[in-house]
């Protein structure tokens, strides 16, 4: 009998690196569907900064955690192997909410059919999650104006360079935070951004200020940290703030604090959090707004890729570190 | 020559008490008004916490500071007693921007005339700035729905006891925060709110977790200070918070740090900051939301006044101490 692998999250991060420890590996018979399904083989799976957050002990947040021997949650990619659903054929490429396993089976619920011409790394890495998130966060809550300038932080990540790029196709100043020279150059000179800041070249205020000095009319929030506190002294009036993304303290006992809030009333600042499960049924008007510029070229992405499903048990560190170059992908 | 007095700001408060110190006291001759002019007998002036904000060293705040040597700036009612003014007579009412003065020499620009049915106390202490602000905050940002709990700081002022009072006439739950045994009772017993803190009786999160059990759909923030923390961690998703005033923080050199924005995400949070000068041309709209319910009995309101022009260079103090009852207002 044929097998296949699949993992299980087996204990809770505390406030340490995410590590095999963690996970349990466990190697199943690959199931036969029956009537109205059909058999997925996963081919690439997202790794996105939220998984932390489904491993996590449960809060009231906007999703329940992940349970102890269940398969982690996660995004992908993959082609229908074997199908007695009417709606899917064998070879169809589909997307969905597969789970860290190199086989699904399913009913169809769920599933989104991928036009043959698109690839993996394009709808992992800008047609689904970071995309969405990014036209959602951007369009809906930044309300970008022509002229005007953005700083995202995160922005080499696969949300905030969509961000940044959405923003100077929208005529915005725009402004990238980053961690290091080599992500910093890209931005500039692959995505076209105006300036970048490295958050771990210090100095952080003198760069920020030099960059911006009409000030920062749309804060685009993806990783918390020092560079908050800077970005929201120099926020205009009126400005909006996105607060996306927190990774700086997704894994900390004790968060750091905010900022003071007298700064939202002189500046009448508009501060608003989301998560895309509350807009998922936006989907096809997100990509409404999204299409166009990708279409024109005018959105660039990399991915990074991993090998093989057990790689994931570390990948999530490289969130922490900083060291994904681009949309972070495990290669089944 | 008949003379009135005038108070100028001489020096700007660091950190320190409101006094006679800061300021100069002045007796000038009573104009008289040339062709077009009126001259106003100021006979109710309102004092406000915003008042420290236009005495403070220049930020790039929504409204410059007053000049040190001018007159120092308030809101206030009056009484024309001279007219050479078409659209004024003698003995009309009206309210304006009349400053720390007994006299205003006016050409028109900027000034309500008010029924002659309005009483000083109800204008300054609703229908002006406190019942404008109440209502652009509660229904523009807050949003409120039948149902929901709404939290207020400065509960017994003359905005959080008017957004109270309106949440309560919307179907709301509604605690208050105020300080002082006497200022909770009135909450509760004269203005109907269903719960109140007393921020002075320490135990703050004990009386919140009891008072808000569903937890908390508006935040209507006047005061920052401890409870911000206490509230935004109760904050249910998508709640709503409103940011009005700090006074808290006003006066002090080094403001205290704000919550940290994870729970922004988790609970997709909206935080939005106003001041009233950006709505001023909303007056009309935003009384057709007041008024309604203040004919209906259901806004109360007290005043606490003080007598004689000097009285405003302490009286300023009231808001930090907590000690005022009601709107301050200075009888000239």
Redesign the interface.
């Known amino acids: 009998m044929s097998t296949y692998t699949a993992i299980n999250l087996a204990k809770r991060p505390y406030g340490a690196a995410i590590g095999p420890e963690l996970f349990e590996v466990v190697h199943l018979p690959i199931p036969t569907p029956g009537a109205g399904e059909l058999l997925i083989k996963h081919t690439h799976m997202s790794l996105d900064p939220a998984m932390l957050g489904w491993m996590s002990p449960a809060?009231?947040?906007?999703i329940p955690p992940v349970d102890l021997g269940s398969v982690m949650r996660s995004s992908g990619f993959g082609v229908v192997v074997e199908s007695n659903h009417p709606d899917f054929a064998v070879g169809d490429q589909v997307q969905g909410m597969f789970g860290w396993q190199e086989r699904v089976l399913s009913n169809g619920t769920g599933l989104t059919k991928i036009d043959a011409t698109l690839s993996a790394e394009l709808v992992l890495s800008v047609l689904a999650l970071p995309g969405l998130t990014a036209t959602q966060g951007l369009y809906r809550i930044g309300q970008p104006k022509a002229g005007e300038t953005l700083v995202v932080s995160g922005a080499a990540g696969s949300v905030g360079s969509i961000v940044g790029q959405l923003a100077k196709a929208e005529g915005l100043r725009v402004i990238g935070v980053a961690g290091g020279a080599e992500k910093c150059a890209w931005l500039i000179d692959e995505l076209g951004f105006d300036g970048a800041i490295d958050y771990k070249a210090g100095n952080l205020n003198d760069q920020l200020e030099a960059l911006t000095p009409d000030g920062i009319d749309i804060y685009f929030?993806n990783t918390?940290g020092e560079i908050?506190n800077l970005v929201f002294a120099r926020m205009n009036?009126h400005g909006r703030i996105v607060?996306?993304?927190?990774i700086a303290?997704?894994l900390t006992a004790t968060?750091?604090?905010?900022?003071?809030?007298?700064n939202?009333?002189?500046?009448?600042?508009?501060?608003?959090?989301?998560?895309m499960p509350?807009h998922f049924q936006d989907a096809p008007a997100l990509l409404g707004l999204l299409m166009p510029h990708l279409m024109a070229g005018k959105i660039q992405y990399r991915s990074h890729v991993l090998d093989g499903l057990e790689s994931a048990m570390t990948g999530l560190n490289l969130f922490f570190s900083g060291a994904n170059e681009g949309k972070l992908i495990v290669r089944l």
């Open positions: 809060t009231d947040s906007y929030e918390g908050q009036a607060v996306c993304g927190h303290d997704y968060p750091a604090p905010g900022p003071n809030w007298m939202i009333i002189k500046k009448r600042l508009t501060i608003k959090g989301f998560t509350d």
